[in-house]
């Protein structure tokens, strides 16, 4: 609508040319005849319109107006998140818009990667856009450009906001017109994504590692997430996703590689967009610790090398004498234990170079008893220097106590060969050759269990030898309870150590005797067994024997049993057995089990020294398990020969593997932090390297030569330029777009120092454009308000008058050029033509 119009002139001077029409009349004047009066008049105006028409043209005549017509641009985001609901408001919104449009322009264009006109949307000839990128700064760019300049300016951005590449909200600024946003939901339809997965510390003794896995969703349900190394799937969660933020975690084993490349896979019924359900992670794992077990038995007799292994650690075994003296050779290994030695056989130069690398972060685990710890190897020791405790004055030794039961079968068939009263004199011999403070007892079977002597001391020798006059055959072979009766007696008694034999001539009822084998052992209760005949079970006696820790014999001839019996309490009552107590847990590492765990058998006494700490105490008083920090390591004492043979049962309680991998764990050199750490953050589609020194500033080293190598997803090596940003600080950029993996690998050159080489990778999954997240209403809100426009407007309210008006200059000289020609043609009408 034109409000106003001005007569202006280009060429005002040429106006001058106007003076020819006083001429042009004066001579017309003169020639006009009484019989043609009119026409002469006639062509006469003809002529002066024709000049005047022909000089304002040649003048620049122009008409200067005002308009408060607009051209209005729809920018329409055609990109993969504007999907289902959004892209049915966007359509319903331009509709309604060209419906009210009155005399103002409308325009209509789409973008994604790029912006086109609607119109050439259906056009073959045009390429398609490519929804897995927005690019809202160029449609804004393109669009303030594409509005002619006698409109009035007005965009209406119909968008998420979720731009993967560019600036919009600079480009908005830029535009100097009014920008209004119409918000659009993204991803309309239900989707879940797997936005990161972060890597928590891993465990060298485990090899596994805890992933923190972080999830977006729009949808409430049930969700699946695998997790491969390397190709192999290793675990599998189901997981409740809620709408929003979802984490949470994975503990996955790792393998021996030390750059596994992990894989989570995110699996849900409901999700419409599949592709952003993975993602990648190139981890960077520590070596595997290694350990030195210096120890005089072989490792075939030993638990402890399976113990300290665990599933994965590098154990190497060797003897006494084997023992490194130099420094160098002992930092190849991240802990040293050494069992049961003999301190005053140790060099000073080894304890020198033991001093030196505890200080130098590495750990020590020693393991003894009296050989090691007593007060008379042990005071004043170079190792005592080194470990947590001191030496104390020995315990006081007393007569150990033996308690033993004999289980012997009494049923009918023990009748033949004069076998019974062979049985009974093998108990007589046997009890003879206890000492007084001793327990012995005495249970018979047949059909069922019967106490021929309980379990007492010998004291009284003479009445225990007439109860054993009580056996006598009869009945079946039912041995079971007595087994049971037998052990249940032996562990409630006092005693440092608990002794059964058993004789038999037959096969036994029913019965779980294995099991009841295993719990003698957990206990430390010793059974040998006896077989009496060629009908007797030996399988399953010698069986019985080997778990709890004891011998078996076979008697064709009934004369030699009271021998056997002989021998094996001579055996029982030579042994030196350490007296047993209850371990006590002083201070408790967090996953260092003690419930259950069996006495232990002997220790040294020895005192804490100040700055140690306490984890165990024998018999509630005694530093057992005591560690203490020297320089940057840790040494521990261990004050009872847990590896000894007088522990069986300890080496065989179930927790034992678990006690000596919490201990390793606490002990051994904790990895080495590299000086220099290389990293890889991307922005946009741009990635940024770099690559510092982690030390001081006053520490930090100048490198004579760095280089950055760049691998990219399709194979394409090419090298990246370090920038020096400060002392041992480097930054390198790259382009990162194409999913996919992206190595970057630094090498650090120093005169003095080796070449060092560090590699990180970027991973790509998905395009930007499928990471799911909520619309950026902050960002489409602040282009609106600082650009003068609206947000969410209705397409009533958007053709609303603004009061804007545009100024217009029209130069009619097409129309005066076309006005003459034909005034020239009427003249020559009038003069030629005779009517």
């Known amino acids: 609508?034109?409000?106003?119009?001005?007569?202006?002139?280009?060429?005002?001077?040429?106006?001058?040319?106007?003076?020819?029409?006083?001429?042009?009349?004066?001579?017309?004047?003169?020639?006009?005849?009484?019989?043609?009066?009119?026409?002469?008049?006639?062509?006469?105006?003809?002529?002066?319109?024709?000049?005047?028409?022909?000089?304002?043209?040649?003048?620049?005549?122009?008409?200067?107006?005002?308009?408060?017509?607009?051209?209005?641009?729809?920018?329409?985001?055609?990109?993969?998140?504007?999907?289902?609901?959004?892209?049915?408001?966007?359509?319903?919104?331009?509709?309604?818009?060209?419906?009210?449009?009155?005399?103002?322009?409308?325009?209509?264009?789409?973008?994604?990667?790029?912006?086109?006109?609607?119109?050439?949307?259906?056009?073959?000839?045009?390429?398609?856009?490519?929804?897995?990128?927005?690019?809202?700064?160029?449609?804004?760019?393109?669009?303030?450009?594409?509005?002619?300049?006698?409109?009035?300016?007005?965009?209406?951005?119909?968008?998420?906001?979720?731009?993967?590449?560019?600036?919009?909200?600079?480009?908005?600024?830029?535009?100097?017109?009014?920008?209004?946003?119409?918000?659009?939901?993204?991803?309309?339809?239900?989707?879940?994504?797997l936005v990161e997965l972060i890597p928590g510390p891993s465990d060298p003794l485990t090899g596994q590692v805890r992933l923190e896995a972080v999830v977006w969703s729009n949808h409430a349900g049930s969700a699946q997430c695998e997790v491969s190394i390397d190709g192999q799937a290793l675990a599998e969660q189901t997981v409740e996703l809620t709408p929003g933020e979802n984490r949470f975690f994975l503990t996955v084993p790792t393998g021996q590689e030390r750059q596994p490349l992990v894989q989570a896979t995110l699996q849900a019924?409901?999700?419409?967009?599949?592709?952003?359900?993975?993602?990648?992670?190139?981890?960077?794992?520590?070596?595997?610790?290694?350990?030195?077990?210096?120890?005089?038995?072989?490792?075939?007799?030993?638990?402890?090398?399976?113990?300290?292994?665990?599933?994965?650690?590098?154990?190497?075994?060797?003897?006494?004498?084997?023992?490194?003296?130099?420094?160098?050779?002992?930092?190849?290994?991240?802990?040293?234990?050494?069992t049961d030695i003999a301190t005053e056989q140790i060099e000073d130069s080894v304890y020198d170079s033991l001093e030196d690398y505890l200080r130098q972060a590495g750990g020590l685990i020693v393991v003894g008893g009296e050989k090691t710890f007593g007060h008379s190897v042990y005071h004043q020791s170079r190792l005592e220097e080194l470990l947590p405790v001191t030496a104390a004055a020995a315990i006081e030794t007393r007569q150990p106590v033996l308690a033993i039961m004999l289980v012997i079968d009494r049923s009918e068939t023990m009748e033949e060969e004069n076998r019974m009263e062979l049985a009974r004199l093998a108990a007589r011999q046997s009890i003879e050759l206890l000492e007084p403070h001793d327990l012995a007892g005495v249970m018979a079977f047949s059909d069922g269990p019967m106490w021929i002597a309980e379990l007492e001391t010998v004291a009284d020798r003479q009445s225990l030898l007439r109860q054993i006059d009580k056996l006598h055959p009869g009945g079946q072979t039912y041995?079971?309870?007595?087994?049971?009766?037998?052990?249940?007696?032996?562990?409630?008694?006092?005693?440092?150590?608990?002794?059964?034999?058993?004789?038999?001539?037959?096969?036994?009822?029913?019965?779980?005797?294995?099991?009841?084998?295993?719990?003698?052992?957990?206990?430390?209760?010793?059974?040998?067994?006896?077989?009496?005949?060629?009908?007797?079970?030996?399988d399953l006696l010698i069986e019985m024997a080997r778990i709890a820790g004891g011998r078996h014999y076979h008697c064709?001839?009934?004369?030699?049993?009271?021998?056997?019996?002989?021998?094996?309490t001579r055996a029982a009552t030579a042994d030196e057995v350490p007296e047993q107590f209850e371990t006590s847990v002083f201070r408790a590492l967090p996953g260092l089990p003690f419930e259950g765990a069996p006495q232990l058998a002997g220790y040294a006494v020895t005192n804490p020294k100040p700055e140690a700490e306490q984890l165990l105490m024998a018999a509630g008083r005694d530093p057992l398990?005591?560690?203490?920090?020297?320089?940057?390591?840790?040494?521990?004492?261990?004050?009872?020969?847990?590896?000894?043979?007088?522990?069986?049962?300890?080496?065989?309680?179930?927790?034992?593997?678990?006690?000596?991998?919490?201990?390793?764990?606490?002990?051994?050199?904790?990895?080495?932090?590299?000086?220099?750490?290389?990293?890889?953050?991307?922005?946009?589609?741009?990635?940024?390297?770099?690559?510092?020194?982690?030390?001081?500033?006053?520490?930090?080293?100048?490198?004579?030569?760095?280089?950055?190598?760049?691998?990219?997803?399709?194979?394409?090596?090419?090298?990246?330029?370090?920038?020096?940003?400060?002392?041992?600080?480097?930054?390198?950029?790259?382009?990162?777009?194409?999913?996919?993996?992206?190595?970057?690998?630094?090498?650090?050159?120093?005169?003095?120092?080796?070449?060092?080489?560090?590699?990180?990778?970027?991973?790509?999954?998905?395009?930007?454009?499928?990471?799911?997240?909520?619309?950026?209403?902050?960002?489409?809100?602040?282009i609106a308000a600082t650009t003068g426009g609206r947000f969410a407007p209705s397409a009533e309210t958007l053709l609303e008058p603004d009061g804007r008006s545009i100024a217009r200059r029209f130069h009619p000289w097409r129309f005066l050029l076309i006005s003459s020609l034909l005034l020239i043609i009427v003249d020559l009408a009038l003069r030629r033509w005779r009517f």
Not at 25 to 39: D, E, K, L, Q
Not at 325 to 335: M, V
Not at 556 to 568: F, L
Not at 628 to 639: C, F, K, N, R, Y
């Open 1 to 193: 609508m034109v409000l106003l119009a001005v007569v202006e002139f280009d060429h005002p001077a040429r106006l001058i040319w106007l003076a020819v029409l006083p001429v042009l009349i004066f001579f017309a004047w003169r020639g006009v005849t009484h019989a043609a009066a009119w026409r002469g008049w006639a062509s006469l105006a003809c002529r002066c319109l024709t000049v005047t028409l022909l000089v304002l043209a040649f003048a620049g005549v122009a008409l200067r107006t005002t308009s408060d017509r607009r051209h209005i641009l729809l920018l329409v985001d055609r990109s993969r998140s504007v999907q289902g609901e959004g892209r049915q408001i966007a359509d319903r919104y331009i509709q309604a818009v060209q419906s009210a449009k009155r005399h103002h322009e409308i325009s209509v264009w789409e973008f994604a990667d790029r912006p086109r006109s609607a119109d050439l949307a259906a056009s073959e000839t045009s390429p398609p856009l490519n929804p897995l990128v927005s690019d809202l700064a160029a449609a804004v760019r393109m669009a303030a450009a594409s509005i002619p300049d006698d409109r009035i300016p007005q965009i209406v951005l119909l968008t998420d906001g979720l731009e993967t590449t560019g600036q919009v909200a600079r480009e908005a600024i830029g535009a100097d017109m009014p920008i209004d946003v119409v918000p659009l939901p993204p991803f309309s339809e239900p989707d879940a994504c």
């Open 269 to 338: 019924p409901w999700d419409s967009i599949p592709e952003n359900n993975v993602r990648r992670l190139r981890l960077e794992l520590p070596e595997t610790p290694r350990i030195l077990l210096i120890a005089d038995r072989s490792p075939e007799e030993s638990e402890l090398p399976t113990a300290l292994a665990g599933d994965r650690l590098l154990v190497d075994t060797e003897p006494f004498d084997r023992l490194p003296a130099r420094l160098a050779d002992l930092e190849t290994y991240d802990l040293i234990v050494l």
């Open 479 to 538: 041995m079971y309870e007595a087994v049971e009766r037998a052990f249940l007696a032996l562990i409630q008694a006092v005693a440092d150590r608990r002794y059964m034999i058993l004789l038999t001539d037959g096969v036994p009822a029913p019965g779980d005797y294995l099991e009841i084998a295993r719990r003698m052992a957990h206990h430390g209760v010793t059974l040998s067994t006896v077989s009496l005949g060629h009908e007797a079970e030996q």
């Open 556 to 568: 064709d001839d009934p004369k030699d049993v009271p021998g056997v019996i002989v021998r094996e």
């Open 625 to 782: 398990l005591a560690w203490w920090p020297l320089g940057s390591g840790i040494a521990v004492a261990i004050t009872s020969n847990v590896v000894g043979p007088d522990n069986r049962a300890w080496q065989q309680w179930p927790g034992h593997t678990d006690f000596w991998q919490r201990l390793v764990r606490h002990a051994v050199r904790p990895p080495a932090l590299p000086c220099w750490q290389l990293s890889v953050l991307r922005q946009g589609n741009s990635a940024r390297v770099r690559l510092a020194d982690a030390r001081p500033e006053r520490s930090r080293e100048l490198p004579d030569d760095v280089r950055l190598t760049l691998w990219t997803p399709d194979g394409t090596q090419r090298d990246l330029e370090p920038l020096p940003m400060a002392s041992g600080d480097f930054k390198a950029t790259f382009e990162a777009v194409d999913p996919g993996e992206y190595r970057i690998e630094a090498v650090v050159e120093s005169l003095d120092q080796p070449t060092r080489t560090f590699i990180t990778s970027l991973m790509i999954d998905y395009p930007d454009e499928l990471r799911l997240q909520a619309q950026d209403t902050a960002m489409l809100q602040a």
